[in-house]
């Protein structure tokens, strides 16, 4: 199998400019500045089929090709690398492994809408990858690929590396925006979407880490070459697939689009650890709902997992195992959103804190009769009414478990124990909640 | 009265020279204000603000917003444990009781040296690598429960 975004990483120094050279590093971006207009590049998008990296899988060509044309003043790319939806950890390897093949795709995509300066923002917490990716911007502007005359011509490109400071909202693209601008990261009301009004009051376009890492290899081999891996027509190229919990061997996998999850889980991870039963598995970061055994012959693509009743997310696979209580795992991941509310909308800000309020006491062996109806409805409640996704992904996620698993959250109440760990409340969720006492 | 060092000086006017606006300076100034004083105390907010050229209002309102923006002062060593699920699938719980056990202290404390400040947090972005433990800058990962214990030990005997 083909790898793109993972191509020569084995082995190889790629975070060293010369190392990235020497594997033909840079040709894609020389090819699009020196000899292709703006336009074709597009084109060459579009042909493709890639879909956005960052969860919501929208067109990349077309979000490209939003960005007004007769704009006069600055236009902005943002790259996405605030990677924080929980189970992800793939576009850290492209940040420390290969951050050229990332800066590449920025100089293609800053010349394709007009852009003379981009953004990576940058998780708080990856500082080895905020270094490694500085490092790297200052080897492409020694080389001149980066500065005021990319490739020795009249245009300016250039990179600013942002770390963001510790706010999972800021990988929403709007919220992300604010941050940029110096800012609290509240979502801002879409419409006007970003590719009109985003940072800076200005056009911009907000492309995840590997979505940006793709389009190097589109450029270099066309957008047909492209559309032919994975699944055509719309779900194409190769994905990155991070695969965590209980599996044998954990860790992020590049392959086509369409693998199946079990392939996924049992070819590729491994298996479940020793040897014990599969129970449940996420496929695509914790926002996603949770699926089952029965479920896992699913293909591992935007639409096949929509129709199966989740997400393919961000491709973060994880995977549980016939030891762990879902009514836990639940309370753990209401807790992480309440957490993260960034509190500008009602029924995220006060719906996520009652999610957990239910789960605690379900968990804790305190549950009464009809909270499993109370959960769903305080879901559905917040369910498309709040600005961004944040408090969908909370009522999804908790959905989720609901349906797949509704006689453990029934017998939990019942029993007023838990039936998987025995010990009422299992190892509990060490988390406290701290509500943001500042909003 | 508090002051940036030269070179974290030179720095903040490198970030001017670069961002469209002086109000987008605002999240590095505050990392680097974190560098120079350990802490964002209120002083260190007004400091900022002056800097940065934007109201001390402002200032407390995304030093509030953002969790890595320390309020009050942490140890020479801040200890952070993932606590969420890939990492809770890995143990995180027993992980955060042994650090409780070898600092003698609870989550949001520093140890009475202090040398150690012990905080759990969400998402650190490594969950194939569970349990996750970030010490100021570095991730320590699937460390064991003998591993932590080493790692403090070294840490203290530096």
């Known amino acids: ?439 | 009265m508090i002051q940036f060092t030269q070179e974290a000086m030179s720095r903040v006017e490198r970030l001017k020279r670069q961002y469209p606006t002086k109000d987008a300076c605002l999240l590095p100034v505050l990392h680097i204000a974190q560098r120079e004083f350990g802490h964002i105390s209120p002083e260190v907010m007004e400091y900022v603000a002056g800097l940065v050229g934007v109201s001390p209002a402002r200032v407390y309102g995304v030093a509030t917003f953002y969790t890595m923006y320390n309020r009050k002062p942490v140890g020479t060593y801040h200890v952070q444990v993932c606590t969420n699920i890939s990492c809770h699938l890995e143990g995180s719980p027993k992980m955060l009781d042994t650090l409780r056990s070898v600092l003698g202290i609870e989550e949001d404390q520093t140890t009475p040296d202090k040398m150690f400040t012990l905080s759990t947090v969400e998402c650190l972005g490594a969950c194939g690598f569970g349990p996750v433990v970030q010490i100021n800058d570095d991730y320590y990962e699937q460390v064991t429960e003998q591993g932590i214990k080493d790692i403090i030990k070294g840490l203290r005997s530096k």
């Open chain 1, 1 to 439: 199998m083909e790898q793109i975004l993972f191509k020569g990483v084995e082995g190889a120094k790629l975070a060293d400019v010369q190392s990235y050279l020497a594997i033909g590093g840079y040709g894609a971006a020389r090819k699009a500045v020196g000899s292709m207009t703006p336009g074709q590049i597009i084109d060459e998008m579009k042909k493709s089929g890639l879909r956005g990296r960052g969860g919501a899988g929208f067109p990349a060509g077309m979000k490209w090709d939003f960005v007004p044309k007769d704009f006069k003043g600055p236009r902005y790319l943002c790259c996405n690398a605030d990677e924080g939806e929980p189970g992800t950890f793939k576009d850290r390897e492209i940040l420390e492994k290969n951050p050229h093949l990332l800066i590449e795709g920025m100089i293609i995509a800053c010349y394709a809408i007009g852009a003379e300066l981009g953004f990576i923002y940058i998780r708080g917490e990856f500082v080895k990858g905020a270094n490694v990716v500085e490092a790297a911007v200052q080897q492409a502007r020694s080389q001149g690929f980066l500065g005021d005359k990319v490739f020795g011509t009249d245009r300016r490109v250039d990179i600013i590396v942002h770390r963001g400071a510790g706010a999972y909202i800021c990988g929403e693209e709007t919220a992300l925006i604010e941050s940029v601008e110096g800012a609290r990261g509240n979502p801002r009301v879409r419409p006007p979407f970003p590719a009109v009004v985003g940072v800076f009051k200005k056009p911009t376009v907000v492309n995840n880490v590997e979505t940006l890492a793709a389009v190097p290899s589109i450029v270099n081999n066309g957008g047909e070459w492209y559309a032919k891996i994975g699944l055509p027509p719309r779900n194409t190229g190769t994905k990155l697939f991070a695969v965590s919990g209980h599996v044998e061997k954990p860790g992020v996998y590049e392959l086509p689009m369409g693998i199946t999850l079990r392939q996924l889980i049992f070819e590729h991870a491994g298996g479940i650890k020793g040897g014990r039963k599969l129970k449940g598995v996420i496929p695509g970061g914790s926002s996603t709902p949770v699926l089952v055994p029965e479920d896992i012959d699913v293909s591992m693509d935007f639409d096949a997992l929509a129709k199966a009743g989740s997400m393919l997310g961000s491709a973060a696979v994880i995977v549980m195992d016939e030891s762990v209580c879902m009514v836990e795992q639940a309370h753990r991941l209401a807790e992480f959103y309440a957490h993260e509310s960034c509190g500008q909308c009602t029924p995220c800000r006060e719906g996520t804190i009652w999610q957990v309020k239910i789960l605690e006491r379900i968990e804790h062996g305190n549950g009464k009769q009809g909270d499993v109806e109370l959960l769903g409805r305080v879901s559905s409640n917040i369910l498309g009414n709040s600005l961004c996704p944040l408090g969908d992904a909370a009522a999804m996620m908790v959905n989720g478990f609901l349906k797949k698993f509704r006689n453990e959250f029934l017998t939990h109440i019942s029993a007023g124990r838990c039936a998987v760990r025995s010990v009422a409340g299992g190892t509990g969720a060490g988390q406290k909640v701290t509500i943001n006492a500042d909003l």
